[in-house]
């Protein structure tokens, strides 16, 4: 708790460029997640680096992700914004942490055998490690709730044995994080592959609609969305390409399906597509003129960057003595 309200955290990565599904399925959900909780909204660029990155490349994107946060209406000063790699607590509780998780453990997320199928001549210790890191962050600020995709499941599940194990030999160290299970709805499917999920790695970029696409590329992008030949505009799992587009224009204009449905009762794709990429547009728009306004306001940015890295060590720096002290590692003579 801080000052009354549940924590809660969550974090993502700046590889790749965010996409229409990153912003209706997490970023959206997280300003109204704002009021309720303290929250802490990182941008992990440690956990970036378990693949190669282009240096200059991982810095620009983190900052334009940092960015893009309050671009899209998370106000910096209410919730803590900030670079993982600034708050150096994280990095020292993870290695605590991997001396209380098992290897057998971490053989078994699904997550890790991907990403080494997938980068076979880079299978680093970090990116096995990786569960581990991430349950740093969530306990480092005691996290009450962790707003997650179902593909992180597993690690937040592996995050609640690691604290349940600790606390258990410890006596009451960490909060014991619960799942945050959004509204349902917004789980925004590829452009191109609807029973895939629209993804910020899909190589093929109509697939994805990025959050700095121009609206010709909008419109572009959901006027060749892969449909079906039912011709016929039903909220249905048979109908995946049509399913999609109903979820997206519903999320982006705040209607339920059942009303979109009705609202393209009787017409055709032909209607249905373009009404899409205009409501698309309408929400994307905004965006990009307060992310291109703030970009230009570097002062603002730093003092932001700076300000938060602050917070984020002090309520950092709370828990990590005190799993130091827990441990028995020597007090600090001060
Ligand atoms: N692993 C998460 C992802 O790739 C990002 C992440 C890192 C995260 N640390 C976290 C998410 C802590 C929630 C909480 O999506």
Redesign the pocket.
Same mark, same amino acid.
């Given at each position: 708790m801080i000052d009354g309200k549940k924590v809660l955290?969550?974090?993502? /990565?700046a590889t790749g460029n965010l996409t229409l599904g990153n912003y209706l399925g997490a970023l959206k959900n997280w300003l109204t997640l704002s009021e309720e909780y303290e929250c802490f909204y990182s941008v992990?660029d440690m956990?970036s680096i378990t693949i190669r990155q282009d240096p200059a490349e991982l810095r620009k994107r983190a900052r334009n992700l940092l960015t893009l946060y309050i671009a899209a209406g998370l106000d910096p000063k209410k919730n803590c914004i900030y670079y993982q790699s600034h708050v150096s607590g994280h990095a020292e509780l993870a290695w605590i942490l991997n001396c209380y998780t098992y290897m057998g453990e971490l053989n078994r997320m699904t997550q890790f055998k991907d990403k080494s199928a997938k980068h076979a001549d880079n299978i680093n210790a970090g990116l096995f490690t990786y569960p581990v890191l991430?349950a740093a962050?969530?306990l480092l600020y005691q996290a009450d709730v962790?707003p997650?995709g179902i593909d /992180?499941m597993q690690?937040l599940e592996l995050t609640r044995n690691i604290a349940e194990r600790f606390n258990n030999i410890y006596g009451d160290v960490f909060t014991v994080p619960e799942a945050y299970i959004g509204k349902v709805g917004a789980k925004i499917m590829s452009l191109q592959d609807p029973t895939k999920k629209m993804s910020k790695s899909d190589e093929n970029p109509n697939g994805s609609i990025y959050l700095m696409d121009d609206p010709d590329t909008i419109m572009r992008k959901c006027k060749r969305a892969v449909t079906d030949s039912e011709a016929c505009i039903r909220y249905s799992d048979e109908q995946p390409g049509i399913k999609n587009l109903i979820d997206i224009y519903s999320a982006c204009t705040g209607k339920t399906p059942e009303e979109t449905v009705q609202e393209f009762e009787g017409k055709g794709y032909g209607e249905l597509k373009p009404a899409v990429g205009e409501a698309v547009i309408s929400v994307l728009k905004p965006l990009q003129e307060e992310f291109v306004r703030l970009t230009k306001d570097k002062a603002y940015i730093d003092s932001i960057i700076k300000e938060n890295a602050e917070k984020a060590n002090y309520y950092a720096s709370k828990t990590l003595r005190k799993v130091q002290r827990k441990v028995g590692f020597p007090d600090r003579i001060r």
């Open positions: 955290f969550s974090g993502m /990565q992990v956990h991430m962050d969530i962790v997650v /992180q690690h």
